[in-house]
């Protein structure tokens, strides 16, 4: 048996405030796992540079502009239709203020409260990791490297 299955890499983002609480988001009730939240992020285009694909993503779905991050954490995931590579980041500041600039709803929570959303199955890794991740406070001195 072949398999047809499209392989996605995906790049996403555990935003911290000042208060390390994390911004989360709505998946828009049309697409796949609609009405789960989820980190920020999206396709990593062909050719682009991860860190790129950060900036941009988190420009267009939250109208920030990512000043410092790092990485966080890599999850391979299967879906019955494709396989997803997620790429995660913390982002420990930025410019803008963050709105859910597609229409979808985003919210501020603390660490401990993330367990109580209903995220896709791929997200479970990266919750476990944003609670023991360090904070925001932590990482202050980490700058991008463009």
Same mark, same amino acid.
């Given at each position: 048996?072949?398999?047809?299955?499209?392989?996605?890499?995906?790049? #996403?983002?555990?935003?911290?405030?000042?208060?390390d609480?994390?911004?989360? #988001?709505?998946?828009? *009730?049309?697409?796949?796992?609609?009405?789960?939240?989820e980190?920020?992020?999206?396709?990593v285009?062909?050719?682009? #540079?991860?860190t790129?694909?950060?900036?941009?993503e *988190?420009?267009?779905?939250?109208?920030? @502009?990512?000043?410092s991050?790092?990485?966080?954490?890599?999850?391979?995931?299967?879906?019955?239709?494709?396989?997803? *590579?997620?790429?995660?980041?913390?982002?420990?500041?930025?410019?803008?203020?963050?709105y859910?600039?597609e229409? @979808?709803?985003? @919210?501020?929570?603390?660490?401990?409260?993330?367990?109580?959303f209903?995220?896709?199955? #791929?997200?479970?890794?990266?919750i476990?990791?944003?609670?023991?991740?360090?904070?925001? @406070?932590?990482?202050?001195?980490?700058?991008?490297?463009?």
């Amino acid at each position: 048996m072949t398999s047809t299955c499209k392989s996605l890499h995906v790049v #996403a983002a555990v935003i911290l405030d000042e208060n390390d609480n994390v911004l989360i #988001a709505r998946r828009p *009730l049309d697409k796949h796992m609609g009405g789960l939240w989820e980190f920020p992020g999206g396709k990593v285009e062909q050719g682009e #540079a991860v860190t790129d694909a950060l900036c941009r993503e *988190l420009d267009e779905e939250l109208g920030i @502009q990512p000043t410092s991050w790092e990485p966080l954490i890599q999850v391979n995931h299967s879906y019955p239709d494709k396989t997803v *590579l997620l790429d995660v980041w913390t982002v420990t500041s930025f410019t803008g203020e963050a709105y859910g600039r597609e229409g @979808q709803p985003v @919210q501020w929570v603390s660490r401990e409260e993330l367990v109580n959303f209903e995220f896709p199955e #791929a997200n479970k890794p990266i919750i476990e990791a944003a609670l023991v991740g360090v904070s925001r @406070q932590d990482r202050s001195s980490r700058r991008s490297q463009g």
